[in-house]
């Protein structure tokens, strides 16, 4: 293991093993720790990316209403998701982030999705690790599908917002569902976002509304 690595993987591992937090307390910077994780032991990897789950107070004091309720769900993704970001992490790499807005085109999905959960402005990151297993980073460009948030001295992350909307428009009108995944740009995608609000609000008649309108709007390809 290369030194400057094995120090940044300590650095990490103290913050980690702090226990209670100061208010003031700041993580270290994002693109450092993941430089850190990628290629670090896999019993450090996954031990790091469990701890990015939002316990259920913290996952109320930062999303936004509707989406402090389906803390549940969200946590039951994340669960299933730590194989696939331990795996996405065993590698060296070169990591590079970015501020997490609304209308970035190089969003996947799922951080689109994990945008609505969010107050305007907050500030959360995205991720991505650039290499082909050597270090040097030369290699294909792979986002991390998760939002990064600051919890005091540690990184959280959200993920799964869009495979929750997705079950959840299915089960209430498929039709519909189709056209909330097509929801990720411009009109489409503030319909979109209205879709989504209505179905965790359980407000029917807006959701209809909302279906009817993204109709017209979202191109939907594929069978239907």
């Known amino acids: 293991m290369r030194p400057a690595l094995a120090l940044a993987i300590l650095v990490v591992l103290a913050v980690a093993s702090c226990g209670e937090r100061t208010p003031s307390a700041e993580p270290p910077p994002l693109a450092a720790y993941l430089g850190a994780l990628a290629g670090a032991d ?3 990897r996954a031990r790091e990316v469990s701890s990015w789950k939002l316990g259920r107070a913290t996952w109320a004091r930062t999303v936004v209403a509707p989406y402090d309720a389906v803390y549940d769900d969200y946590a039951r993704r994340f669960d299933a998701a730590i194989p ?8 060296p790499a070169r990591v590079t982030t970015r501020a997490h807005y609304a209308g970035d085109p190089r969003l ?3 951080q689109a999705r994990a945008r609505w959960a ?9 991720a991505a690790l650039h290499g082909d297993g050597d270090g040097d ?3 294909e460009d792979t986002p991390l599908d998760v939002v990064f948030v600051r919890d005091g001295a540690r990184w959280r992350a959200i993920t799964g917002i869009d495979d929750l909307l997705r079950e959840r428009a299915h089960a209430a009108d498929p039709s519909c569902a189709r056209h909330l995944d097509a929801a990720t740009t411009g009109r489409c995608a503030e319909v979109g976002w209205v879709i989504a609000d209505a179905l965790l609000r359980t407000d029917t008649r807006r959701f209809a509304r909302a279906c009817t309108l993204a109709a017209n709007l979202c191109v939907v390809n594929g069978p239907p």
């Open 42 to 44: 896999e019993a450090v």
């Open 84 to 91: 696939a970001l331990v795996a996405a992490l065993a590698r």
């Open 108 to 110: 996947t999905v799922g």
């Open 118 to 126: 969010l107050p305007v402005q907050y500030p959360s990151e995205v």
């Open 137 to 139: 980073g030369d290699g």
